[in-house]
């Protein structure tokens, strides 16, 4: 274990979401000195759209560290300032911005960004849903040194994780962030050591994570089970329709059974058929109401025969 007294790095950490915070949070318990934060502005959420502030911040103000949110990086007022700060290293986790580049060269050590992927592949927004919805078996987190390209610079460190066959994309998050939280440290250190070596990626084997758009989270029961268990475990959950209403399907299984697509085999348990196998809906949202699990949800169909999900 590395001594959270010695020589600490001087760090401007910019990240915004519940993603980030594990990686602020591990800088700060090391011994790091953050002289700031960087961070989104606050939106408004909620049903009185009063302004909420992103987790990085609250994290920060609670470890009574310097809170900036600019709204641009381009107009030369974040450079200044950063300059003034001079920090060592600048992590950047899920900010949100893209960074010039006369900012990418300021730190000696360089701007390192924590992705939630192994790159190069899932370079983009979207890679801890896309490497659900692909069925991959294996993910991970990567360290890089960014340049000016889309999550394209050089890899420093990488941690592997398996991915459970019914694991979904909140709970891959989570442990994801956990990884890179102790991976960043880790790069820290080496850093500071000047052992920490850069590997280029293989832009041949890259692969993007687009953004997310609404047409994806309609579930289409011509599909397979297992793209179908895919889609509603890598998206936390996809739409469907019956008894014409709209219901989202949170949590579902692989399931034995054959059937027309959208047709409901079962009811205890819920299993619909799909172009190749079944699944097993475990939990269901119906419009207007909370999630609840399946077999309460059939309760209340009091009886209703022939059910199907529409297409």
């Given amino acids: 274990m590395y001594d ?7 760090i401007v950490f910019m990240g915004t979401p519940d993603f980030a915070v594990p990686c602020l949070q591990a800088l700060i318990n090391d011994g790091n ?8 502005p606050d939106k408004p959420k909620g049903r009185g759209y009063s302004l909420t502030p992103p987790p990085v911040k609250v994290c920060a103000e609670q470890n009574h560290i310097q809170v900036y949110q600019p709204a641009t990086l381009k107009d030369g007022t974040a450079l200044e300032l950063l300059r003034r700060l001079a920090p060592e290293m600048i992590v950047v986790v899920a ?35 896309s490497v659900l919805l692909d069925g991959r078996t294996r993910t991970g987190v990567t360290a890089m040194l960014m340049d000016v ?19 979904t994309a909140d709970e891959l998050h989570d442990r994801l962030s956990e990884a890179g939280a102790k991976l960043i440290v880790e790069v820290v250190h080496r850093a500071r050591e000047g052992t920490l070596s850069r590997e280029k990626q293989d832009d041949s084997k890259s692969c993007y994570a687009s953004m997310l758009t609404k047409d994806m989270y309609r579930i289409d029961f011509h599909k397979s089970a297992k793209e179908i268990h895919n889609q509603v475990r890598g998206l ?16 579902t299984l692989l399931a034995e059974g054959t059937g ?11 299993i619909v058929a799909c172009g190749s196998g079944a699944i097993e809906i475990v939990e269901i949202q119906p419009e207007g109401k909370k999630k609840m699990p399946a077999s309460a949800f059939v309760n209340g169909l009091r ?8 297409q």
């Fill in 4 to 10: 959270k007294g010695a020589d600490t790095m001087k």
């Fill in 33 to 40: 000195e953050i002289t700031a934060v960087f961070t989104q």
């Fill in 95 to 129: 900010y949100g911005k893209i960074l010039p580049k006369d900012i990418l060269e300021l730190p000696v050590h360089g701007c390192v960004n924590v992705h939630a992927s192994l790159l190069p592949e899932y370079r983009g927004a979207s890679p801890i849903q």
């Fill in 149 to 167: 390209g889309l999550d394209t610079g050089d890899m420093l460190l990488k941690t592997e994780l398996s991915i459970g066959e019914n694991e």
């Fill in 236 to 251: 936390n959950w996809s739409s469907a329709i019956l008894d014409g209403k709209r219901v989202k399907i949170c949590r």
């Fill in 260 to 270: 027309t697509p959208g047709e409901v085999l079962s009811l205890h348990p819920l």
């Fill in 303 to 310: 009886g209703q025969q022939n059910i199907r999900f529409e």
